[in-house]
């Protein structure tokens, strides 16, 4: 383990991703269009206001694993990264799509100099990832990408249930290098 990977945090908690005030960047479980949505993607666009969705039309449309930054308007983050996440069964393979998602979010976040990034669990709602396996597949993308980052220093998975979170605290123990709380 390199210091650069012990250096790095990861943590999961249960709560709403929305309401991260101390990570400097959420990410948002996005859809193509990037624009509002259920789940996650409502969340966040309900909290930041309809200036997201505007300086999201540009950006669209996005592909399966692809994640682009915008500001955060209203949330009291800087930034929302926004992810488009594998549906489980049809956009092939999905296990490698989603390791994009992550690899590709975290290194938008150094690249902007960001020190902390909270996820949900992308997928794992109505695209129907099973969330045993996304949660091992986004543990390894993490453990895979530490020694790239420069600047985040806190990773965290914001889940949304107690189960959800023993699940992702679960793969986050039996991935080897991840530090945690």
Do not use: W
């Amino acid at each position: 383990m390199t210091d650069r990977t012990a250096s790095v945090r990861v943590e999961c908690v249960q709560g709403n991703i929305a309401a991260q005030p101390d990570m400097d960047a959420i990410v948002n479980a996005a859809n193509g269009e990037l624009m509002p949505g259920s789940g996650v993607a409502g969340a966040i666009h309900g909290a930041a206001g309809p200036e997201l969705a505007e300086e999201c039309r540009p950006l669209a449309p996005i592909q399966p694993g692809q994640a682009v930054i915008t500001g955060a308007h209203k949330l009291p983050n800087r930034h929302v990264i926004h992810c488009l996440g594998p549906v489980y069964g049809v956009d092939e393979p999905s296990d490698r799509l989603l390791a994009e998602c992550i690899h590709n979010a975290l290194r938008l976040a150094d690249h902007h100099g960001l020190a902390s990034i909270a996820f949900p669990a992308i997928s794992t709602g109505v695209f129907g990832y099973p969330l045993d396996q996304a949660a091992e597949v986004v543990m390894e993308a993490v453990a895979d990408t530490l020694d790239e980052l420069r600047t985040v220093r806190t990773i965290r998975f914001v889940l949304f249930s107690d189960d959800d979170l023993a699940v992702f605290e679960s793969a986050r123990k039996a991935q080897s290098g991840l530090a945690g709380d």
